[in-house]
């Protein structure tokens, strides 16, 4: 089966502050592939035809930046101005992930999107493992739809994407706990 959904489009999230990590984690380096944002890029554009940024501010690469709104509330904002453009471009949804899931991969994403292929208007999150108890809301296949769903949560003062999901329901899709792994301080960044 062909994995590229032109249908989606790629979103990487990075507009996280990155206090923990004391530096911008889109610009960390991997050990041989370049940024974490040039992996995330360039991973999302294998199985996406188009993929493009959602962060506070443009960064220097060749995508798109979906500037999160001036009142932004974390990555419900940014998911839901993502989802936004995405409608306005004709797409049908989103595939996400966040920068700094520097093990993610190109396979990974693409069970989410065959899992998303004849499930257009369900929400579509990977779990860290069989055993995984909660989603992970920002590696997932949202559709536009959703995007009400988000802004109505917003008014609602209601930010933590979780619930969302569950008021929503969703599609699990099982990938290894490395693969869902933020690389969120220094620590980290020796497992790479």
């Known amino acids: ?59 220097a690469i060749s995508a798109h930046t979906v500037i999160d709104p001036p009142r932004s509330h974390g990555p419900i904002s940014g998911l839901a101005a ?19 899931t520097p093990h993610l991969s190109t396979d990974d994403l693409g069970l989410l999107v065959e899992a998303a292929a004849g499930k257009r208007d369900k929400i579509i999150c990977a779990v860290a493992g069989p055993q995984a108890r909660f989603v992970e809301p920002l590696i997932a296949v949202y559709p536009v739809a959703a995007a009400k769903l988000l802004h109505a949560a917003i008014d609602r003062r209601r930010y933590g994407l979780q619930s969302v999901i569950a008021q929503a329901g969703c599609v699990r899709v099982v990938l290894s706990p490395a693969a869902c792994r933020n690389f969120n301080s220094p620590s980290d960044l020796s497992d790479l």
Request: hydrophobic share 40%; glycine share 10%.
């Open 82 to 100: 993502s989802l936004d453009y995405a409608a306005e471009r004709g797409f049908g949804g989103c595939l996400v992930n966040p920068v700094d």
């Open 1 to 59: 089966m062909d994995r590229v959904d032109p249908k989606l489009l790629g979103v990487v999230l990075c507009g996280g502050r990155s206090s923990r990590m004391g530096r911008d984690k889109a610009m960390l380096e991997t050990s041989d592939a370049g940024t974490f944002l040039q992996v995330a890029i360039d991973r999302l554009k294998s199985v996406c035809n188009e993929a493009c940024l959602s962060a506070a501010e443009p960064y």
